[in-house]
């Protein structure tokens, strides 16, 4: 009986495993699985915080310690993409919004990337990081760092280029975000302490599997109008889709440019956590009450959010191919060949 047991537990993790090799594959087909079975969103949408929180449990169960100590000991590139992230970001996303006068001219569109401009990087950054074998450990740092910022800098913003069409409670997102961190951190401890981080390392595959399954929570969530609303307007959709990876491209370019003294390899995973912002977390600070061509902007940004991990991945395996440097400045191996 034990034997049948442990038989049946193994296909399951030999099902996570086949998933968790597909990688940046299978990131790109949840796209495609959420527009072609919509109702899936409608069951899933409650979930999506709890899919956080088990999101980030396992970007810090399997955080590297020692890159972690090598980023604090030097913690200029750490902070400096913290202030380029919460502050830079979405200043100039304000003040370029203004300049066009694209406040006047589309109110809705002007809401929705000023939501995206000042909200946290997303939370699953950590974990598309890893898949494409990137400094997963720099981008969950500087995760946690921007988003204990966000309660403070989001309202500000907010406030400053967005005025009275949107309020935000500082307090409660502040105590959410708290609880999500600190219980996420707490739970990773626990689960390294009991399983060791060796166990964890020899079981990457399985566990990259249960994020991909996770991911797709969020893809679920957010596309469930999507295939009706370019149905009925395939114009507005297709140049808001292509606006959605113009602000993605724009955004990783310029943080790959601003960061690339640390290496090409760091620089790049730092552009995708920028790139990525957390607008879920908005929708659910304004407890959803937003026009309707912000809704749709924000369900089309999820395509270059998943898409780009399998189209930048030729990139991302030259970019890792190179010599790297750790925080002191040492050369070390990349990720993908540890």
């Known amino acids: 009986m034990t034997i049948g047991v442990l038989r049946g537990a193994a296909l399951p993790v030999k099902g996570l495993a086949w998933l968790g090799r597909q990688g940046t594959r299978a990131i790109a087909a949840l796209v495609i699985l959420g527009l072609l079975v919509p109702p899936l969103g409608d069951i899933l949408r409650p979930f999506v915080t709890e899919a956080i929180f088990a999101l980030l449990c396992i970007s810090f169960m399997r955080v590297d310690v020692a ?28 003040l370029g919004c203004l300049a066009v006068g694209l406040d006047v001219r589309s109110p809705d569109l002007f809401l929705a990337l000023m939501l ?19 400094d997963a450990t720099l981008v969950l740092i500087t995760l946690v760092t921007s ?38 951190l707490l739970v990773a401890a626990i689960i390294r302490k009991l399983v060791g981080a060796d166990a964890i390392r020899r079981h990457k595959e399985p566990i990259d599997g249960v994020n991909i399954l996770i991911l797709y929570v969020f893809v679920a969530a957010v596309m469930g109008n999507v295939v009706s609303s370019f149905i009925a307007r395939p114009l507005l959709m297709i140049a808001l889709t292509l606006f959605a990876f113009a602000v993605f491209l724009v955004l990783l370019v310029a943080t790959m440019l601003l960061f690339r003294k640390i290496g090409a ?74």
């Open 147 to 184: 988003t204990a910022l966000i309660p403070f800098t989001a309202p500000l913003f907010a406030y400053l280029f967005v005025g009275s069409a949107m309020t935000l409670s500082p307090l409660a997102l502040g105590l959410k975000l708290s609880a999500i961190l600190g219980g996420s």
């Open 67 to 94: 890159q972690v100590r090598a980023n604090l000991r030097q913690p200029g590139t750490v902070l400096a993409a913290t202030v380029w992230t919460t502050l830079a970001v979405p200043a100039l996303a304000g």
């Open 265 to 338: 390899g760091r620089a790049l995973a730092l552009g995708l956590m920028v790139s990525q912002r957390n607008m879920g977390l908005m929708l659910a600070a304004t407890d959803g009450v937003l026009p309707g061509a912000t809704w749709l902007y924000f369900a089309l940004s999820q395509f270059p959010i998943y898409l780009a991990p399998q189209l930048l991945k030729p990139i991302a395996r030259r970019v890792l191919a190179r010599p790297s440097f750790d925080a002191a400045g040492e050369p070390v191996s990349s990720p993908a060949n540890r």
């Open 116 to 134: 995206q401009a000042v909200a946290s990087p997303m939370m699953a950054s950590p974990a598309l990081a890893a898949l494409m074998g990137l």
